[in-house]
């Protein structure tokens, strides 16, 4: 079978029958043409074999130096292929099967922000309209600044900014929000997640609310084309792109001393919940990880509550004298 024929159908499969998610089907799209790209356009699915897959895991760390996510996200990617065609019996057996090919990854504790960060970063968008507390949100001065361009787009980059914290959801979450899919009343957001797999989150806050129907407000302005919470000054959907690039903007403005991305907030949602005292089980519902030992990474991430900890109850002092 042409190699570019199995992927097509292995990705309608993928659409239509185990129902991925868009931002799946687009990542396994984009992984699969690099495969291709390597391959050349000629390959057959039967000719792919362990030394083949070997060279391409070497060239990936090599000429493309691509860091261990990236190529262990692209080999997984292959292995679903293969297991889906020796599964159809298409093929005799999967070139992955028995073969040695573990990719180590790098301990890295994820990236959270301190509280000093986080409220210099949150409070960016509100000071360049012109305010300094988010008590402003229902006020007549509030509604006047951000019916302008400029101040639309502030606007928008100050929600974007305190969901992501607020809540602890993806980029991708965020921008798949629909005006339905808030309620206001119930101080929850109903989330798209990986998967399509739905789950709430909760507005912890009034000011938060207020902030969202303000902004509910304001994006009629803009002769919206979409349900789509977020939109630009087009009056159409946000991207994740540009949601990365508020939040970039935000932290540079902020003179943060490092580069803020939207995964940075989530880090720093889950970091400061636990920290806070909130129970690991219910921190992994909010982030809607599937297994708690992805959510037990967030554990590692600040000493500050074992530092409190342990300074109060040690009995160094006591027993020393």
């Known amino acids: 079978m042409d190699l570019n024929v199995a992927v097509n159908q292995y990705l309608a499969h993928c659409q239509h029958v185990k129902n991925l998610s868009h931002h799946t089907i687009k990542a396994y799209t984009i992984d699969f043409q690099k495969f291709q790209e390597f391959t050349g356009s000629e390959k057959k699915l039967e000719d792919i074999d362990r030394e083949l897959l070997r060279n391409y895991v ?20 292959l292995k679903s292929l293969f297991r889906w065609y020796e599964y159809e019996e298409v ?9 040695d090919l573990k990719i180590k990854m790098p301990k890295h504790l994820p990236k959270a922000l301190d509280r000093k960060e986080i409220r210099s970063l949150l409070k960016t968008p509100l000071q360049e309209l012109g305010f300094t507390h988010r008590n402003s949100y229902k006020s007549k001065n509030f509604a006047q600044k951000i019916t302008s361009r400029r101040g639309f787009i502030q606007l928008t980059s100050q929600l974007a900014l305190e969901l992501l914290f607020a809540t602890g959801i993806r980029v991708g979450e965020l921008v798949s929000i629909e005006i339905n899919d808030v309620s206001a009343e119930d101080k929850k957001i109903k989330i798209k997640g990986k998967g399509d797999r739905e789950r709430v989150v909760f507005l912890p806050d009034q000011q938060l609310i207020n902030l969202i129907s303000t902004y509910e407000s304001a994006r009629n302005h803009f002769q919206p084309q979409t349900q789509i919470l977020l939109i630009n000054t087009r009056g159409t959907a946000l991207n994740t792109q540009v949601v990365r690039l508020h939040v970039r903007n935000a932290g540079e403005t902020a003179n943060l001393d490092r580069r ?11 970091t400061h919940l636990l920290d806070s005292g909130v129970d690991i089980r219910h921190v992994q519902k909010l982030l809607g990880h599937q297994s708690i030992t992805t959510t037990q990474i967030y554990t590692h991430v600040s000493d500050t509550q074992l530092k409190e900890v342990i300074c109060k109850s040690h009995p160094m002092g006591e027993l020393m004298g």
């Open 260 to 270: 803020i991305t939207p995964h940075m907030l989530r880090h720093s949602a889950a």
């Open 58 to 77: 070497q060239y990936m760390f090599e000429e493309k130096i691509l860091k261990e996510t990236s190529v262990k996200r692209r080999v997984a990617c």
């Open 91 to 99: 093929i005799e057996k999967t070139p992955f099967r028995a073969m």
